[in-house]
């Protein structure tokens, strides 16, 4: 069973969360900053950030915490952040891209995208991308990108990017976290064709007690917890993130979830990757997409 405690000391190490502000995000920061990391607490509005860093400094911890203002539903904000971040660090030994929202009412983010897709997977695609070299001057970096096991039930509708046929809240949620899914493999194939020694992973926290419901009307949030059974404390679901980011057992485009009802519960264990994933033809497709909507493209 790999919890908190395996964790080795993180001095030394510089790690992004992008929604530390709660959830599974801060947990994630948390377990960072108790590890010794200097952890930037990157959360779409600075108060929230600062309010996180005032929490996590209860905590006792070795690490240090720096506020880092991004959000992903504006290409506009993720470029002076990444930039921001490019000028004052000289490593990124971790980012995870763990932001997300689910299930909000019809919207779309100042670009113009369904707020899910263009959160979850754009906006930690051009992050990610802008972030490359720096990723790929640090010894041994890891990506590690939040899905959901949602992602089963995804397609994704390059015709429907701005829900230009319309809106199904479920639907997009799902397409967005395989998007998510197929990018953290298609990421992994690019760096190990760049001979660079960066690691892409993926991960899921099963169901995890978290804000991600907020969306939801208590009686669709009842009916869930109805079929999924009982919902893991955050601190638990965010150890399969955590795995991700240092466990030395981890392999690159691979999937981390918890190892118990079906992946709904437990401890971190590599879990196996759906097929509707492993469409390389459907990963180089969304890759260029998101070239062309976000207008980064990787070195
Ligand atoms: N909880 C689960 O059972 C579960 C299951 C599967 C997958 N996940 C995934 O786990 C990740 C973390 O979710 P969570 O459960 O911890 O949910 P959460 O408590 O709602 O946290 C989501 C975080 O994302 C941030 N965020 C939302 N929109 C943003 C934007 N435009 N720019 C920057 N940050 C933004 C939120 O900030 P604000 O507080 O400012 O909104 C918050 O910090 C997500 O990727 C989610 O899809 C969770």
């Known amino acids: 069973m790999w919890t908190k405690e395996n964790i080795r000391n993180q001095s030394g190490k510089t790690v992004i969360v992008t929604g530390a502000n709660t959830g599974i995000g801060y947990e994630t920061a948390l377990a960072f900053y108790q590890a010794g990391a200097h952890v930037l607490v990157a959360c779409r509005d600075e108060n929230k950030a600062q309010k996180a860093i005032a929490s996590l400094n209860t905590h006792a911890g070795d690490g240090t ?29 971790v980012l995870i891209n763990n932001a997300g929202v689910m299930v909000p009412p019809a919207s779309v983010t100042n670009d113009g995208f369904e707020l899910q897709f263009g959160v979850n997977f754009l906006g930690h695609f051009a992050l990610t991308g802008y972030l490359y070299p720096l990723l790929k001057q640090t010894l041994n970096a890891r990506v590690v990108t939040l ?3 949602a992602y ?25 976290k395989l998007a998510d899914l197929l990018f953290t493999i298609e990421l992994q194939k690019r760096i190990t064709t760049a001979h660079d020694r960066i690691l892409s992973v993926a991960a899921h926290p099963g169901v ?8 939801m009307e208590k009686t669709a949030i009842e009916a869930a917890t109805q079929r999924l059974g009982a919902l893991m404390e955050t601190a638990q679901g965010a150890l399969p993130s955590l795995y991700a980011a240092v466990s030395s057992e981890v392999e690159g485009a691979s999937l981390y979830g918890p190892d118990q009802d079906g992946g709904l519960r437990g401890y971190p264990a590599k879990t196996e990757i759906d097929v509707v994933a492993l469409n390389a033809t459907l990963a180089a497709h969304l890759w260029q997409t998101a070239e062309r909507l976000t207008g980064v493209i990787y070195p």
Do not use: C, W
């Open 208 to 215: 995890t007690q978290t804000d991600l419901s907020r969306n």
């Open 65 to 93: 915490l720096e506020v880092g203002v991004v959000d992903l539903a504006s290409l506009a904000s993720v470029k002076p952040f990444a930039d921001h971040f490019l000028q004052h660090h000289s490593r990124l030994d």
């Open 147 to 149: 899905t959901s096991l």
């Open 152 to 176: 089963r039930y995804g397609t994704i509708d390059f015709d429907n990017l701005r829900s230009e046929k319309g809106y199904d809240a479920m639907r997009e949620y799902s397409q967005s």
